[in-house]
């Protein structure tokens, strides 16, 4: 029975992909060293682990909608489930090292993305939980247990780097259709050129009103 280690090196913003990507660095370590290992499913849940680090009041402005009122923290700080992936390591003996292709998103309706987008400056400490199966030969199958984890301090800037390959300086909002309709006739009566613009606008007056 193989006994594990699995260690993440570093990241980066995954290269040449049609959406964005962080790709992990994993090192896979077979410490009881049981012999060669002819392929092995690799699966991982990555959560974020919010109590890990500290926190800037600009920071726990813009946490507000996640985890309410800083006053409300010891009890709304909580894990959030980034994603689940997956990949297939080829064969190897006693040591590999691989890369986890990990999708992200900067749809800010999806938790992890409201997290990763307040951060600015500073680490993401994340929790990698790792499961799967190994292949061996003559063929022969073992689990991999869900108890085999890993911790990793994301840079926030990786993240950004990844974000910027595809909405450089931006963001992304999701809207209905009906609002989007009702910000491009605004943007008609007011003759104002960008999306931007407009929100800017609204946003001012919205802030005048309620002065």
């Known amino acids: 029975m193989s006994t594990l280690a699995i260690s993440v090196i570093e990241a980066a913003p995954a290269p040449q992909t049609g959406a964005p990507a962080i790709n992990f660095r994993l090192r896979i370590e077979d410490i009881l060293q049981s012999g060669?290992?002819?392929?092995?499913?690799?699966?991982?849940?990555?959560?974020?682990?919010?109590?890990?680090?500290?926190?800037?009041p600009e920071e726990k402005a813009r946490l507000y909608e996640l985890f309410g009122a800083p006053a409300q923290w010891d009890r709304t700080l909580q894990s959030v489930t980034w994603t689940h992936a997956s990949t297939l390591v080829p064969s190897y003996e006693r040591r590999t090292d691989i890369d986890l292709f990990v999708p992200v998103t900067y749809d800010l309706e999806v938790a992890s993305a409201k997290y990763f987008h307040a951060i600015r400056d500073g680490d993401i400490p994340l929790s990698f939980f790792f499961s799967g199966s190994i292949f061996r030969t003559p063929f022969s199958v073992e689990p991999i247990s869900w108890d085999l984890e890993s911790t990793f301090r994301l840079p926030s800037d990786v993240w950004r780097a990844t974000m910027d390959r595809f909405f450089a300086g931006g963001g992304w909002v999701r809207l209905q259709r009906e609002t989007i309709d009702r910000l491009q006739a605004f943007r008609g009566r007011q003759a104002v050129v960008t999306w931007d613009e407009a929100i800017d606008q609204l946003l001012q007056a919205a802030s005048q009103q309620s002065i």
Do not use: D, G, S
């Open 36 to 56: 060669p290992i002819h392929a092995m499913l690799l699966r991982c849940h990555l959560r974020i682990e919010p109590r890990r680090r500290a926190y800037t």
